[in-house]
């Protein structure tokens, strides 16, 4: 289902006792796009204007106004060929927007509508009344007028008004929550239902084609309880906001926790017109969000969805040229291109929990390529993203330095803002467990930390602690670690490891700086622990996987020692282990376990 948004000024169904202007308005039954009638009148080549008085008067402020007009041999827009009469009674003003070389957004059977946006009144316009602006909060007048490019012939009726509509600027003028599973909402439904409620906002110009028009807000979804499913391919739509002002062609998707919404495009290209279409994909319970080889072309900002899930939303294979900022979230992005942003700081803004891998950002002047506004992160990994032709490759807004591994053949090179420090590729240390007999074994449980202090990372390092509640907040001066890095917490030399037990052990951490991090504790301590307290970089820690590997990625600057062990207690001995991971190649080692 799809459901127009927008209040009614006049339907022009035998309406026009209501109707005013130069010449008598007269009912028209056998010509209308919209329900059952439509208004007649007469133009020439000397300016007509009609308008619907108003029983009581309209509040037009910060509205985009629809009129549905069939105009005969309109003069140019400059000449004011058509024009959108408002008064309020004492000043009217009759509006320039549309003529011979401007015919609005075409329709079937010869109709176009004519938009005003009350936001962006045209420059141009006739004082058909008074001298002033009309009062926008208390219009009475509103109407059509026409300037014919000739003169008319006798008494013959040759211009038709249909319906007068409007929806307050920031609203969506339809919301679009049809479709099912098996039958989903597409855009030939659009325009199928448009010609029937004869509602003059989605056109398709070349019948038969796959290519349409959209005029104006539209929310995607439902935000009640029920489903909604929208699917389409091979389309070009164009978003026409030609003389709209700002957030006025917003698309937005809704979604509830109750129903299932699903919005997939697969090759479609999207084409903004005018003022361009923000499009919001970030709505919290929305469950599919799929776009596959699709083109956006020069539109406004894009927020992807905060939620990952890679298998139900995600953007593969898709063009954004000439876009403002993409907020990517969370949403899994493979195989895109980024090109000539028409934002001042980056094409695309970067999350520290991104998924983005195998893109091209290019041709990137106007601002940068990728903005960087957090160094929490750091050291940042770029997996396999190529930056040609930028002006500079990263923004990095974070106001402290910041470094970026470029991992799989990534190859920044330039950055504006504060310090980026672009290092060389990651690199795997991967264990493999496995039986005597050759099976692999899960859930062994892995430690392999540093062996010694020869190598870039901490060992046994003197550390401080301040505990807060179950966080736990490590000073340690020059630590050199990473953002879910793991580290070895030793209390044993403290006296502190009975009484902060919760304190010791290994655990992920989550940078802050270049000289502290912080921890998770299980329970609270209470209070924060003293003595002599060490801490140690873990290269790899955890469970083998059901094939009986772990494996983690990251920058070696150097050579690394690592010295540990696997072990699965007690039904296996603890296997040693003893290696050091290679900078270029890293560390694959394999753990045979044998019954205790």
């Not at 289902?1 to 007269?26: K, L, Q, Y």
């Not at 807060?468 to 890095?485: I, K």
């Amino acid at each position: 289902m799809t459901t127009d948004n927008r209040s009614e000024i006049s339907d022009c169904d035998s309406d026009s006792g209501n109707w005013s202007g130069a010449t008598t308005p007269v009912d028209n039954s056998d010509i209308y796009y919209q329900g059952a009638g439509s208004i007649e009148v007469q133009a020439t080549n000397s300016y007509r204007g009609w308008w619907r008085d108003a029983a009581t008067s309209w509040n037009l402020t910060s509205v985009t106004l629809y009129f549905i007009v069939k105009p005969n041999n309109p003069d140019t827009e400059a000449n004011g060929g058509v024009r959108i009469h408002l008064g309020d009674g004492t000043d009217a003003r009759a509006y320039y927007i549309g003529g011979s070389d401007n015919l609005g957004f075409p329709i079937p059977g010869g109709w176009s509508v004519y938009r005003l946006d009350t936001d962006n009144l045209p420059a141009s316009y006739s004082q058909p009344q008074g001298s002033a602006e009309p009062d926008l909060t208390a219009i009475t007048e509103c109407g059509v007028g026409v300037l014919s490019a000739t003169k008319a012939i006798g008494n013959v009726v040759n211009t038709f008004f249909d319906r007068i509509s409007y929806i307050a600027n920031g609203s969506p003028a339809f919301t679009v929550d049809g479709g099912t599973v098996g039958t989903p909402e597409a855009f030939s439904d659009l325009v199928g239902d448009d010609v029937t409620n004869g509602w003059g906002f989605f056109n398709n110009p070349i019948a038969g084609s796959k290519q349409y028009g959209i005029y104006g807000a539209i929310e995607w979804g439902d935000d009640g309880t029920g489903d909604s499913y929208f699917d389409d391919s091979d389309a070009q739509v164009y978003l026409i906001g030609t003389g709209l002002s700002a957030n006025t062609m917003d698309q937005d998707l809704i979604s509830n926790s109750t129903g299932t919404n699903s919005f997939v495009l697969t090759n479609v290209v999207m084409v903004h017109v005018g003022e361009p279409a923000n499009w919001n994909f970030d709505s919290a319970n929305f469950d599919i969000q799929k776009l596959n080889g699709c083109q956006f072309v020069d539109s406004g900002t894009i927020a992807l969805h905060s939620t990952n899930h890679a298998t139900d939303r995600y953007v593969d294979n898709t063009l954004f040229i000439g876009c403002e900022q993409i907020d990517i979230n969370k949403t899994e992005i493979n195989g895109c291109t980024f090109a000539e942003t028409a934002d001042v700081d980056a094409a695309i803004l970067w999350d520290d929990s991104e998924d983005i891998q195998s893109c091209t950002f290019r041709d990137n002047t106007t601002g940068a390529a990728i903005e960087m506004p957090s160094s929490a992160g750091t050291p940042y990994g770029y997996d396999a993203l190529l930056f040609p032709g930028n002006t500079n490759d990263v923004l990095n807004s974070s106001g402290s330095a910041i470094e970026i591994n470029k991992n799989n053949g990534s190859d920044p090179t330039s950055y504006e803002g504060s310090t980026v420090t672009f290092l060389g590729s990651a690199v795997t240390v991967k264990v493999h467990a496995q039986l005597k007999n050759g099976d692999d074994y899960q859930n062994a449980r892995v430690f392999l930390p540093a062996k010694d202090g020869t190598g870039p990372f901490p060992f046994q390092e003197t550390v401080t602690i301040s505990n807060s509640g179950t966080t736990a907040t490590v000073t340690h001066t020059d630590h050199d670690m990473a953002n879910n890095d793991y580290v070895n917490i030793d209390l044993s030399a403290s006296g502190s490891e009975k009484t902060h037990y919760q304190n010791d052990g290994t655990f992920q951490i989550t940078y802050i700086d270049v000289d502290s991090y912080s921890y998770t504790m299980l329970s609270a301590p209470g209070s924060s622990p003293t003595g002599t307290i060490k801490a140690t970089f873990v290269g790899l820690f955890g469970l083998t996987d059901v094939n009986g590997d772990i494996s983690t990625s990251r920058l070696y600057p150097s050579d690394q020692p690592l010295k540990g062990w696997v072990r699965d207690t007690p039904a296996y001995k603890s296997f040693p282990l003893d290696d050091v991971v290679d900078d270029v190649d890293g560390l694959t080692l394999t753990a045979v376990l044998f019954e205790d």
